[in-house]
């Protein structure tokens, strides 16, 4: 049984960091994509990032790019999601995903498995 722990969200001030962590666990995922989704209230849950767990390129949505990093550590089964200039826009609920293929994707109805969320506010 496949399963995603979302941890490190928080309050933080505008300008602050802060990082993501999801640890996956269940099964082998060499042949997996990850991503980070997030979801603020009264809004669709938008893309935000992606890795593949054999290595390969990542991708981030361009209200991110620059100011948050994906990345992950295949030792400890992690996904991580560096946070840099943090915007009150952020905020929202995190959510790490697990997708069944090495296709990568944007698109959250494509993604198998997800972390209960975890919660980032940031203030203006």
């Known amino acids: 049984q496949v399963q995603l722990v979302e941890s490190g969200g928080g309050l933080v001030q505008a300008g602050g960091s802060l990082r993501l962590s999801c640890a996956a666990s269940?099964?082998?995922?060499?042949?997996?994509?990850m991503g980070w989704f997030r979801q603020a209230p009264g809004k669709e849950r938008e893309f935000v990032a992606t890795?593949?767990?054999?290595?390969?390129?990542?991708y981030s949505a361009d209200s991110v790019k620059g100011r948050f990093t994906i990345s992950r550590d295949n030792a400890k089964n992690t996904v991580y999601l560096q946070m840099n200039s943090l915007k009150p826009e952020d905020t929202a609920v995190y959510y790490c995903?697990?997708?069944?293929?090495?296709?990568?994707?944007?698109?959250?109805?494509?993604?198998?498995?997800w972390g209960q969320g975890t919660q980032v506010t940031v203030s203006s």
């Open positions: 995903a697990a997708r069944a293929s090495p296709y990568y994707s944007g698109n959250y109805h494509s993604y198998d498995y």
């Open positions: 269940g099964r082998t995922f060499s042949n997996y994509v």
């Open positions: 890795i593949r767990w054999s290595g390969g390129r990542t």
